[in-house]
């Protein structure tokens, strides 16, 4: 399998969503092509961060030399998810009349990606929307499923909105320019994908390691593939996150907690990384996991550069921002667990004590920092 | 069939829109029905403003007793349809946890309701919308067609969402405080209605404008059901407004003009109804509307306590405001014309002489204020 599907080729992948199915590209170089899109409108507008646009932007703004294009850059970084920029755009929309057939082009990680999105989703009540992902974990992760949003003082994406792209364009190049926490953070949801549904790409994963871990675009296109595959089956199963799309939260509600107390030291991918190992042993423990299965976990992780033990925290600590999941209800709290490598559940888990034991053995005294 | 038609008694009628469909329940008292809505969930958020609540919020919280009740004011007026507003609404939701599993209520008139249509469409990426519309112009208008928004300092409505509620509540006897001239604007539109597909409504507008005019809430009861019929099957053929819905811009066109250049002593209906009577001339002058047709269609207005004369204007300004609106497409204005009562069209205009005829044969000195 993996030599014909390593070939330095552009792959694409249909996101099967009745009349808002959409196409994403992979491949390296995919920044140079024209038309970047089809059917572009003419006016555009390229959102990006101060980090991101000064590496790419001119490359973009070139393939668009025929169309009327006007850059809005934010600031690098979570806090950019805000009302204060929300409008900013609009004023920057409403200041060079765009009109309805206009499109926005999301050039940049996560952060530009929710924020454009969101814009595309209520500029005069919905315009074109695209994505260029420009991190792994965008390329894996926003690029589908549709969720749009801003931040609010009180929560993450507490305002947003349901709102697919009409195409999504991932250069495996941009990947060069990444640092490598950010990468690694990608992987962490690369290797989600596998371990909740697809045994043989975990496996594909382990044998490649090395390729991965020097960002060989081959390997990468295939990776990003597969993963985006996997979202959009899940995605196109249960759009709005009635049922099976909560599997994708391997490792969030673990992951969250440690964000939500390390904030400064965790990211996100890291947090996820920590969680997945604490479900993976708690499945472990009540002899619901193999111990190879667990074991194969734990060293892909590792061999990938990701964390694989939580900071320590009392209990009760885990418990306040554990609760505070999206998926509890009535008040307990449901995990997304694994049985094997490619095989998970959402399980509603009241027994606190078994949690606390797995929660302890994968804690570390030193892990205060994901980076020790 | 008026006799029948005019038993005071709750009609139901069902916005078909797939899985979105929701029904309108319109009468006389149905403020003081329980449920006021079937299968409400425990977090209610209740938006008003500061002039309809004190005549009609206990009332609708008294059916609410088992629910947690949270009420929203905002200042009456199109100004509060902004981001400040719409800022401070989703504090209020995040101040008291709401939940995804909560629901926006509206009570009041268009402006309300855009408002707390856009909050519902995009809190936590969408939550459940009811609507109680008080004025004759929002139930009419509002109730049908998903129409969410706020306004920009560049424009109205240039932000928002389509989004469906899950119910609408007419009470007729909101109407009983209604004043004169915006019980009248509500009229301009339910005439229109009857202009634009349903001569034997407009027939039967014609029969009853004395109950109409002394706010009959049998009459009313009718009236506004079939509006929302009416209504109802356009936006069912059309929700995007792409065709059809565009023949419910009737008169607005040169509606806009109007309200754009007199802003401050026109109100919408009483726009629509001069805009109305220049479109009803304009095809006249064609020989492609009779003259008896015109002659009922501005009677009725008349009868109706709606301006049949446009304030004077030169042509060159009215040119500059109707280019602006969003049916014109490459330049060229298009125009939704009636040709029969009950029958209109959408069509491309180019040749301003005979508009500037008809518009100058429908306008008069002394209508720069639609109250003379």
Sequence with gaps: MSEALMQNTTQQIIVGLGER???????????????????????ILLLSNTIVEPLYGDKVRAQLQHHTVVTHLIEDGEGAKSFANYEAVMDTLIRHNFNRDCAIIALGGGVVGDLAGFVAATYQRGVAFYQIPTTLLAQVDSSVGGKTAINHAGGKNLVGAFYQPRAVLIDTDCLTTLNARDYACGLA????????????FFAWLEAHQNELNQRDAAALTYAIQRSCEIKAEVVAADEREQSVRALLNLGHTFGHAIEAAHYESWKHGEAVAAGTIIAAYLM?????????DFTRIETLLQQLNLPVRAPQMPLERWQTFMQRDKKVQAGVVRLVLPTAIGQACLEPW???QALGTAIAAMSHPDAHSPLL
Tied chains: 1, 2.
């Design 189 to 200: 949801e690369v290797v989600k994908y596998g371990i909740i549904a697809d045994a043989e």
């Design 21 to 43: 199915s959409y196409p994403i590209d992979i491949g390296a170089g995919l920044l140079s092509r024209t038309p970047l899109f089809e059917q572009l409108p003419q006016q």
């Design 350 to 352: 009241s027994d606190w």
């Design 284 to 292: 472990h423990q009540q002899d619901r996991l193999s111990s190879n």
